[in-house]
């Protein structure tokens, strides 16, 4: 079981970056493949990027080059580093597993200018 915590949204302009974090207390995070995911208004959740237990990853096309995904298993952590940010990556963001367990309240990512 375990439930994610994610921190770290917040207000930032275009080309401005953020960087989130995830930490759950109930499960050893670095035996698990883990993800952020993203909601934006109207749209369905989306897999953004994800971070094997090797530490591979995997970007959606629309962040590859912008966004970094890594992990921190002494922190029992996971971070997402996000630059270049744009307008149309606002969303509220959530860690998870790629089979998704029970969901966080998430952090919210707001881009405008």
């Known amino acids: 079981q375990g439930q994610f915590v994610e921190s770290g949204g917040g207000l930032v302009q275009p080309g401005g970056s953020l960087r989130l974090s995830c930490a759950n207390s109930?499960?050893?995070?670095?035996?698990?493949?883990v993800g952020w995911y993203r909601q934006a208004p109207g749209k369905q959740r989306e897999l953004v990027a994800t971070?094997?237990?090797?530490?591979?990853?995997n970007y959606t096309e629309s962040v590859k080059g912008r966004f970094t995904i890594s992990r921190d298993n002494a922190k029992n952590t996971m971070s997402l580093q996000m630059n270049s940010l744009k307008p149309e990556d606002t969303a509220v963001y959530y860690c998870?597993?790629?089979?998704?367990?029970?969901w966080g309240q998430g952090t919210q990512v707001t881009v405008s200018a």
């Open positions: 998870n597993t790629p089979t998704p367990r029970t």
């Open positions: 109930g499960i050893i995070l670095s035996i698990y493949d």
């Open positions: 971070i094997t237990t090797t530490s591979t990853t």
